[in-house]
Structures are given as structure tokens and as C-alpha cells.
């Protein structure tokens, strides 16, 4: 059973950083490519960010380019998502995702999906 464990959400002030970590279990993870996606109130679910299986290679959304930045841990069977210098509009519930390669900006495309983790920014 794949499990998908989003942590690290919270509150913070606009220009403040937080640090998002999805801990999986149930799948090969390194055979994975994962993302981060978020959404809004009212707003459709978003692309963010997303991660090659090795960690060499990522892709980010326009949105948050420089300002957000994904890794992972293969050890450790972690993906994160630091995120600087963040603004009200950030203001989402954010979602880890798996998907075999290649990687994808498309929510269709991920095969498994954690609970979320509530990121509110405040202006």
C-alpha cells in the first residue's frame, strides 16, 4: 500500500519560509519522479514543482521559480520543498504526488497522492 505523508505546513508572514517534507513508503521510490502541487480556496489544483528520480533534474511552475526549491532524499524516502520569500498567494494546501518517469506538470499524470499540509501566509 503506498502511503504518501505530508509534513511542515503552518503559518508564517509574508516573506517568511517553510519547509515542506512528504515521506513515502509502500513504493520503490527512486523509480519515481515526484511533485509538489497545491491549491487554493476555490481554485483548481496546481502545479508547483517536480523532481527526477535521481534528484539531478527539476521543473518548476512560473509561480514560484526562484523563490521555491525541491529535492530529495532517496535515503531516506523524503521529498522537500523549501520555500523562500513567501507571498499571501501562496496560501494552499500543498500535495506530494508520485509518477513513474517521465516527470509531468499535469495533475492527471501522478499515480499516488498524500493528504496535504496547510500553508497559510499571512499579509
Known amino acids: 500500500q503506498v502511503q504518501l505523508m505530508e509534513s511542515g505546513g503552518g503559518l508564517v508572514q509574508a516573506g517568511g519560509s517553510l519547509k515542506l517534507s512528504c515521506a513515502a513508503s509502500?513504493?520503490?521510490?527512486?523509480?519515481?519522479?515526484m511533485g509538489w502541487f497545491r491549491q487554493a480556496p476555490g481554485r483548481e489544483r496546481e502545479f508547483a514543482a517536480t523532481?527526477?528520480?535521481?534528484?539531478?533534474?527539476?521543473y518548476y511552475a512560473n509561480s514560484v521559480k526562484g523563490r521555491f526549491t525541491i529535492s530529495r532524499d532517496n535515503a531516506k524516502n523524503t521529498v522537500y520543498l523549501q520555500m523562500n520569500s513567501l507571498k499571501p498567494e501562496d496560501t494552499a494546501v500543498y500535495y506530494c504526488a508520485a509518477k513513474r518517469w517521465p516527470w509531468s506538470d499535469s495533475v492527471t499524470a501522478y499515480d499516488y497522492w498524500g493528504q496535504g499540509t496547510q500553508v497559510t501566509v499571512s499579509s
Open positions: 523532481v527526477s528520480m535521481t534528484g539531478a533534474s527539476t
Open positions: 509502500g513504493l520503490t521510490f527512486n523509480a519515481y519522479a
